[in-house]
Structure formats: C-alpha cells, structure tokens
C-alpha cells in the first residue's frame, strides 16, 4: 500500500527530515496540478462533494456538441466561473508552485486548471494543457484572443460575426500536440513528480504518470491531495492534506526555512 503522511504525522520532524532527503535529490520536476489546487481560493473542483459535475452534465457543458446545440448556456457557465475567479485570488499553493520552479535547474508546471491562478501567483515555466478561461477562439477562422471582461449578452461572437468559445479543451477534444509533447518529455526525464489537487479522472494525467514510469525507474511520484486518489496506488507517497498548506510546506523543507 502506498504510504500516507497526514498533515499530523508531518508535525514529527523525523519525517519531515525525510521528505526533505526526497526533495533535495532531485534535479528535474514536474507539477501536475489539478481543481484541488484552486479549491482553497474558493473554486469549485469538479468531482466530488459540491463538485460542478454533481450539478451539471460534463456533455452539456464542456464539449463541442453541447456547445452547439446550446451555446448561450454553455457561456453562461463560463461567464460566470470568470466571475467566481475574478472574485477571487490565487493561494499560498499557487504561490509556493511558483517559487518552486526556481528551486531544481528544471521544471515544468502541467496544470489542467484554465482559471490563470498559477501564472497570476507567478509561475512562468508552465503547460495550460486544457487551455485557459481568459482566451477566446472564433469558431470560424480559429482565431485566439485574451478578453478578461465579464460579458453582458451572450453568447459571444468573434468580430468576423461567427460564434466564440472558450479556448479550453472540451470532453471529445484532442490535446493541443506542442503542449503535449512538452509535457510528455518533461514527465518522462522528471526525477521527481508532484501531483497535486487532480482526481486523475482525466486521462492526462495518468498519460504523465506512464511517460514517467517508463523512462524513469528509481524516480519519485509524490501526490498531495485531501483525500486517497484513483492515482494513490501507483505513487509512491501521498501527503494528505489541503494543497495550500502542504506545497508550501514542501518549498520551506527545500530551503531550510522550515520552522520546526
Ligand atoms: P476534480 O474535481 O476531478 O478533482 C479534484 C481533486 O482535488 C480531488 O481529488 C479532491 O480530493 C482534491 N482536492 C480538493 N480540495 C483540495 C485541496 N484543498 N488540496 C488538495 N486536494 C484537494 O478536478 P481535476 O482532477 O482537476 O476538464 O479534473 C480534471 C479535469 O476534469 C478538469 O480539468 C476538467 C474536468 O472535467 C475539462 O473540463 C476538460
């Protein structure tokens, strides 16, 4: 069984000296994010308790055909998870991704989140692997444009008069290849895999996990999440506990700045 540390058991420093040891071995990582991450800046996740997926069909909401034949509804989904984010603000787990990536000579942030949380608390290295919230595309002429306004009618329309959408990936949708590649060659050469706030529904991130374990043999898989995952079994270590405080913790055992 996958060992467990909560945030109690990381009170003990015995174990914290030895989740520093892990930390400090390693030269190359990557950070796979996912809603759980945004959850403490008071986003809805997706799945689970209270989850947008609870409440709403992911076919009527995220995908081409429910963007078609609705595609006012669909906006004001949109519009109004834009709204949600702009209430609102990254948190110390965003943050401590942020300065990590300057921590290990490489590093590569892959976040499914399209909220635009990790670029606004800093992190530059990063793959928006499903896209971002603030970017439009015409349905069209394919082409892309950032707009961070809240829309009064919907749906939106591109200048050209044909329809906009989300530049996000949708259920049915390929991955964009250069973004993929990226991340699949970081994940493959990564000595050490944080993945952080995702249920792993998705299959990206199981897609990173296997890139990594084929490549890398004697590499370290560290989940951090509230709760066991469909991922927990294949890491090597969960750290159980809100991302906003355990990234954080994970960063101060890096640089000798832990308070303990
Ligand atoms: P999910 O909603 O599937 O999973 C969120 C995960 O975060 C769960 O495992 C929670 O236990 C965990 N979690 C919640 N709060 C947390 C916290 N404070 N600290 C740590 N973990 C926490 O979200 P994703 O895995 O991101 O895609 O979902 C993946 C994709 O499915 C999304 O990008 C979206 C969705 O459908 C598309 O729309 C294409």
Same mark, same amino acid.
């Given at each position: 069984m996958t060992p467990h540390l909560s945030l109690a058991a990381l009170a003990d420093?015995?174990?914290?000296?030895?989740?520093?040891?892990?930390?400090? /071995?390693?030269?190359?990582?990557?950070?796979?994010? &996912?809603? &759980?991450?945004?959850?403490?800046? &008071?986003?809805?996740?997706?799945?689970?308790a209270g989850g947008y997926w609870e409440k709403f069909r992911a076919e009527d909401l995220a995908s081409p055909r429910g963007f078609t034949k609705d595609p006012e509804l669909v906006w004001r989904w949109y519009n109004e998870r834009r709204i949600?984010?702009?209430?609102?603000?990254?948190n110390p787990?965003?943050?401590?991704?942020?300065?990590l990536e300057k921590a290990f000579p490489s590093f590569? !942030?892959?976040? /499914?989140?399209?909220?635009?949380?990790? &670029?606004q608390a800093g992190s530059e290295k990063m793959v928006e692997i499903?896209?971002?919230?603030w970017e439009l595309r015409c349905t069209r002429e394919g082409k892309i444009w950032t707009d961070? /306004?809240?829309?009064?009618?919907?749906?939106?329309?591109?200048?050209?008069?044909? !329809?906009?959408?989300p530049n996000? !990936?949708?259920?049915?949708?390929?991955?964009?290849?250069? !973004?993929?590649h990226q991340a699949q060659q970081a994940a493959s050469r990564a000595d050490l895999i944080l993945v952080a706030g995702t249920s792993g529904m998705v299959w990206i991130v199981a897609g990173l996990l296997q890139a990594h374990y084929q490549h890398q043999s004697q590499g370290q898989v560290i989940e951090i999440n509230l709760?066991?995952?469909d991922l927990t079994p294949e890491v090597d270590l969960l750290l159980q506990g809100p991302s906003g405080q355990i990234l954080p913790l994970i960063l101060a055992l890096l640089k000798n700045e832990d308070q303990t």
């Open positions: 420093p015995a174990r914290r000296k030895d989740l520093a040891h892990i930390l400090k /071995q390693a030269k190359s990582v990557v950070a796979i994010t &996912g809603a &759980g991450v945004s959850a403490e800046s &008071g986003i809805s996740t997706f799945r689970g949600a984010i702009l209430n609102s603000q990254p787990g965003h943050f401590a991704l942020a300065a590569l !942030l892959v976040t /499914q989140n399209v909220d635009g949380f990790h &670029g499903h896209g971002s919230i961070r /306004q809240i829309f009064e009618t919907l749906p939106v329309y591109c200048a050209c008069g044909a !329809l906009a959408r996000v !990936l949708w259920f049915g949708e390929a991955y964009n290849p250069n !973004l993929f709760e066991a995952s």
